[in-house]
């Protein structure tokens, strides 16, 4: 391949063939020569049987699993795993975590199993949870977090630590960070939460701190490139169900009946897709990667009359993010934001249940009966199920495991296991770029 050269404030590796390897920040970027420690999971009876349990420190993963013959080598990660070497030694590690924005099934789980995975694994025995999301760094109390404390929390919805959008003020929470004497953070949040991260980060570096920082992405849209999925995403196309289900029977209970269900899909009609293809009731999937129109030759309306005519009943599924386009200009809030940075979205669902009806109305052609149905935050504010808790379990149980072809970008929620004293800081790759989708 020949000598890479390397970008340092990009953190790219390039190489023949168009090889390039997007690396990880690490505290040896800014702290030179520091000195490294057995990692303890070799000491450990049940894990220390496992062969080739540490990943190599060169291993990489592709972006691309199938390419053509000629094709450029393309874009790498480096793989998530335990290193035979870590920066911390274990009674020297203060851990903490922190969960921001919005609620997603699974929270729990994965501060049961961050904690779980610090004392068991690596016998670390500082951990400390911060309440309300990022202003609990500098307004808020903190509580221990021991096994026995998270012991039976992913049977629950939402988030023992509690949660808020906004409140990020890095001088603050670096301050706190520093006057606590915590050195490892794991930060669980969306876009707006990981661009905090990445600001916490480069403040840590700035101030030449060894803290490492751990971006855990939430996003129950599943909307996260390269890994399988979100935690939280199989929860959620499970409660999606119920409000399918039901407006399915109050459409097939009444003449020329329309049940019209509103997901979660900000960017991504993930949700909307899976509980239609789960379903098989629904008759038409409005998501945002497919526009759509409502008037005219193929448009909705027409679909719609079509459907009713043949079965008298029909179900429309639809993404909170779907048909944004669609609203007048005056409508659009495009350019107002929440507290974590996202855009306000129009809500979608009300305003096409009242374009039907209208519709309906002006042409008299039939009789029509219309109920609409909005389980946003049902299906947000559940425990995790059975595949949610498996899935957040896994990176802890079989950290060494990730063998298997997964790729997880700095964004992926399963890398904090690579950071289980292996020191490093990770952001999130879209909050690096500024976007929010």
Partial sequence: ????????????????????????????????????YPNPLRFNPAYSVVKQYFVNVDDTVAQKIVVHKDSPRGTHFRRAGPRQKVY??????????????????????????????LYHMYNVNKVLGIEGGYKGFYSRNTIPLTPKI??????????????????????????????????????????????????IYEEIRRRGLKVAVAGVPKTIDNDIPVIDKSFGFDTAVEEAQRAIN???????????????????????????MYATLASRDVDCCLIPESPFFLEGKSGLFEYMEKRLKENGHMVIVMAEGAGQELFSESLVSMNQQDASGNNLLQDVGL??????????????????????????????????????????????????????????????WARQWQTLLHSFQSCHRRAEKGCNN
């Fill in 1 to 36: 391949m020949g000598l890479p050269s390397f970008n340092s404030q990009m953190k790219v590796v390039t190489g023949d063939a168009g090889y390039v390897l997007e690396d990880v920040p690490h505290l040896t970027d800014y702290i030179p020569d520091l000195p490294t």
């Fill in 88 to 117: 911390f030694e274990s009674d020297e590690v203060h851990a903490c975590i922190v969960t921001c924005g919005g609620l997603c099934p699974g929270l729990n789980t994965v501060i049961r199993e961050i904690v779980c995975g």
């Fill in 150 to 199: 998270v012991n039976d929390i992913h049977k629950r919805g939402g988030t023992i630590l509690g949660t808020s959008r906004g409140g990020h003020d890095t001088s603050k929470i670096v301050d706190s960070i520093q006057d606590r004497g915590i050195n490892q953070v794991y930060i669980i949040g969306g876009d707006g939460t990981q661009k905090g991260a990445a600001a």
């Fill in 246 to 272: 039901a407006a399915h029977v109050e459409a097939v209970s009444m003449e020329n009946g329309v049940g019209l269900v509103k997901l979660m899909g900000r960017y991504s009609g993930f949700i909307a």
């Fill in 351 to 412: 305003w096409l249940s009242h374009r039907i009806k209208d519709h309906f109305a002006r042409q008299q052609k039939m009789v029509f009966n219309l109920k609409y149905i909005d389980p946003t935050y049902m299906i947000r504010a559940v425990p995790g199920n059975a595949s949610d808790n498996v899935y957040c379990t896994l990176p802890c149980s079989q950290c060494s495991s990730w063998s298997n072809g997964r790729v997880y970008r700095l964004h992926s």
